[in-house]
């Protein structure tokens, strides 16, 4: 069954390029080995970011960032460009997988509660995880959700701090939000993210990785045949005011050339953006894949703000994927200027 799959372990600084490249390879063969056994684009994409988030290497799920009072709260979200349905967790301190948990309230999404109550869109906290035990995803105590790695962090930066908001800068996070966008054999597209949130965070703090329109956004437009999807990495605050994964998407929908758009979208709807016009140093970064069900062929696209975004892709017609570390050209200030590429794709049916 074709398909593509692509991910990426957030824009920041790649520290070690190597192991990041590994997860990514690794969730890049997970996700297209669902897509070979028949599984949906929706299957992939849980299923890649679950890897992601079993490496400690990354923030997100096992090993993500402590808050303040030195605790693991998770945010993660996914959606479906076919049904246009999303589901998100926030505050979740005990799901091993929070993608898991948000793809299980995408699909709830289209069937009422009992006495014909709306399901919720989003859940956070204790009702977040008592909703996962009860429809059986598992759940750890809450210290094995905290990798040595996170527990070294917290602890280095907490003593040392000596400015809150100096500490809530990408230079002092090695990577940030994961993510994934997908596409099937059927053109269904779909976008996740999943995050542990910035360094030293605010207990009870809500990422872009649970906001809707700004972790991640999927589109199918049937009259035009064009399908496209993204999941955004950065400061969460910067893409939630924004609403940036939305604009990326609705912008690559409409766009003659995929990469002159995403520069533009870049540069227009958050560099130069009125929201953030206090803002000297905006930290940003996505994934985006545009696909055309008429000619079965697509774009993967990529851009970041920070000096370095590593990501893996791979369709279902090749052996392996393939990992890049996309960097900022020497001499560029970073939080500035937007690094933008892409990869142009074709799916065999």
Not at 74 to 101: H, R
Not at 135 to 163: C, N, P, W
Not at 275 to 286: D, M, N, P, R, V
Request: hydrophobic share 35%; with cysteine.
């Amino acid at each position: 069954m074709p398909g593509f799959v692509a991910v990426h372990t957030g824009a920041g600084n790649s520290i070690d390029e190597t192991l990041y490249k590994n997860v990514c390879e690794d969730a890049c063969v997970q996700g297209v080995n669902v897509l070979r056994s028949g599984g949906s684009a929706l299957d992939a994409c849980e299923l890649a970011i679950v890897t992601l988030e079993n490496s400690c290497a990354t923030n997100a799920g096992v090993g993500s960032n402590l808050t303040w009072n030195g605790l693991v709260e998770c945010d993660a979200c996914i959606m479906d460009g076919s049904t246009l349905q999303f589901g998100a967790c926030t505050n979740v301190s005990d799901v091993k997988n929070p993608i898991s948990l948000a793809r299980h309230i995408c699909e709830r999404q289209s069937k009422l509660l009992s006495f014909g109550r709306i399901p919720p869109m989003v859940l956070a906290g204790k009702g977040a995880s008592a909703y996962a035990k009860e429809i059986g995803l598992r759940l750890v105590a809450r210290e094995q959700m905290v990798s040595i790695k996170a527990a070294k962090s917290y602890d280095h930066y907490r003593k040392t701090i000596t400015d809150y908001e100096e500490t809530n800068q990408i230079k002092l996070s090695p990577l940030d939000t994961v993510g994934a966008v997908c596409v099937d054999a059927d053109g269904s597209i779909v976008a996740g993210c999943s995050s542990g949130g910035l360094l030293l965070k605010m207990s009870g703090r809500i990422g872009q990785a649970a906001t809707y329109g700004a972790g991640c956004w999927a589109l199918t437009d049937e009259t035009s045949c064009m399908s496209a999807a993204t999941c955004t990495t950065g400061n969460g605050e910067f893409l939630m005011k924004t609403l940036f994964a939305k604009e990326l998407v609705e912008d690559l929908i409409n766009c003659n050339c995929p990469i002159t758009s995403q520069h533009q979208t870049y540069q227009k709807k958050l560099l130069d953006s009125p929201f953030l016009a206090k803002q000297k140093e905006i930290y940003a970064g996505s994934l985006s894949l545009i696909y055309n069900t008429a000619s079965n062929d697509g774009d993967l696209l990529w851009a970041h703000t920070t000096n370095s975004m590593c990501l893996g892709f791979q369709s279902t017609r090749h052996k392996k994927p393939k990992c890049v570390v996309s960097k900022l050209p020497p001499n560029i200030f970073c939080g500035t200027k937007t690094v933008v590429s892409g990869h142009h794709f074709k799916l065999n049916y």
